[in-house]
Antibody
Framework: EVQLVESGGGLVQPGGSLRLSCAAS????????MNWVRQAPGKGLEWVAS????????SYVDSVKGRFTISRDNANNSLFLQMNSLRAEDTALYYC?????????WGQGILVTVSS | DVVLTQSPLSLPVTLGQPASISCRSS???????????LNWFQQRPGQSPRRLIY???NRDSGVPDRFTGSGSGTNFTLKISRVEAEDVAIYSC?????????FGQGTKLEIK
């Protein structure tokens, strides 16, 4: 069974940093593109970033370019999102999803709140 | 960026009646590999999204056959043949053909 478990969220001040993690199990992690997708309170879904299975290709939505970095550790079946220079508009539930363009499996999400 | 426009945004439906949600794309969603990466997701209250349909019309394992995806080019549709109480949710389309991947605004299905 595919399992994706996010962690690392919380309350942070504007301009601060957070690192999200996603622990994956139940599948061959290194074989899959992985995504981060977010959902602001009461809003729709927004794709944030993707990373290829071997980590050699990455893509970001414009609003986070230069501030967020997606990475992975295939030895430990883990996906990460380093978030710097956080803004109020980054407040959202962040989901880890499997299989890039298809997003066939989702974690339970982790809440990030950016507020002073 | 590809814009996905869903309609309606609110969908009151009587139990047992059909429902239909439209997702229109600002450009054709055919990838270089010949596939159209148009997915449909269901998000029940308080839950994570769950994929129902991938590549326009392929139903995921465990998804009831009352859910059907169709379409081509720039027009796509999710149909529910007979709405049940458990179908109360927000339904969103997503395109995975072009970066940045994008989602529709979401359609809230409720029981009338």
């Amino acid at each position: 069974e595919v399992q994706l478990v996010e962690s690392g969220g919380g309350l942070v001040q504007p301009g601060g940093s957070l690192r999200l993690s996603c622990a994956a199990s139940g599948f061959s992690f290194s074989s899959y593109w992985m995504n981060w997708v977010r959902q602001a309170p009461g809003k729709g879904l927004e794709w944030v970033a993707s990373i290829k299975g071997d980590g050699t290709q990455k893509s970001y939505v414009d609003s986070v370019k230069g501030r967020f970095t997606i990475s992975r550790d295939n030895a430990n079946n883990s996906l990460f999102l380093q978030m710097n220079s956080l803004r109020a508009e980054d407040t959202a539930l962040y989901y880890c999803t499997r299989d890039g363009r298809n997003s066939d499996s989702w974690g339970q999400g982790i809440l990030v709140t950016v507020s002073s | 960026d590809v814009v996905l426009t869903q309609s309606p945004l609110s969908l009151p439906v009587t139990l047992g009646q059909p429902a239909s949600i439209s997702c229109r794309s600002s450009q054709r969603l055919v990838h270089n590999d010949g596939n159209a990466y148009l997915n449909w997701f269901q998000q029940r209250p308080g839950q994570s999204p769950r994929r129902l349909i991938y590549q326009v019309s392929n139903r995921d394992s465990g998804v009831p056959d009352r859910f059907t995806g169709s379409g081509s080019g720039t027009n796509f549709t999710l149909k529910i043949s007979r709405v049940e109480a458990e179908d109360v949710a927000i339904y969103s389309c997503m395109q995975g053909t072009f970066w940045p991947y994008t989602f529709g605004q979401g359609t809230k299905l409720e029981i009338k």
